[in-house]
């Protein structure tokens, strides 16, 4: 057990370290590709591939910082608003006029399509029971948010795409 621990360990590492290497290797085989076509670092022998590859990892982490940092892409006040927006929960005037006739259409030939090969529609029933639903909903009533979370809960937890977008389970 030690020795699998140990292994384990081992590969979270090197997982970890992928991403870091990734950049530092790109860097430096774009440094030695193009270290000729700069002849300050061409002048400089063997430190001018080295000393391209730096510069330009720096400019790569600056621009990350100032990303991160100056433009702040990722706040707490971003989450609390967007926890806010009645939109997240209820459908959107867009989803009114666009997706959801979109999505009925999509439904409906596929519906007709699995009926013609003898599929199983169950799924794609539920899905537009679903969208009618939630088509009903209007941001202006409490309890229509209330309802669009119980129904989303509902049906992510039948139908799971994925387990990002899974609410259901408290953290």
Sequence with gaps: MRIRKWLMKQQWRILQIRGIWGVFYGVFILAGLYVGYVPFFNDMGI???LTFALTILLVFLI???IYDRVFVMWAPSQEVTQERNPYM???SP???IFWFP???TILSVT???AEKVGADTTAI???KSY???LQALRPEINQDIDEGIRLRQEFISKYPFSNVFDDTKEK
Aim: aromatic share 16%; no cysteine.
């Design 102 to 104: 979109l999505y009925s």
């Design 89 to 91: 929960y209820v459908p």
């Design 47 to 49: 430190l001018g591939p």
């Design 125 to 127: 029933k539920e899905t």
């Design 111 to 113: 519906e007709e399509l």
């Design 63 to 65: 621009i990350g910082y």
């Design 131 to 133: 969208y009618s639903k």
């Design 94 to 96: 867009k989803d009114h």
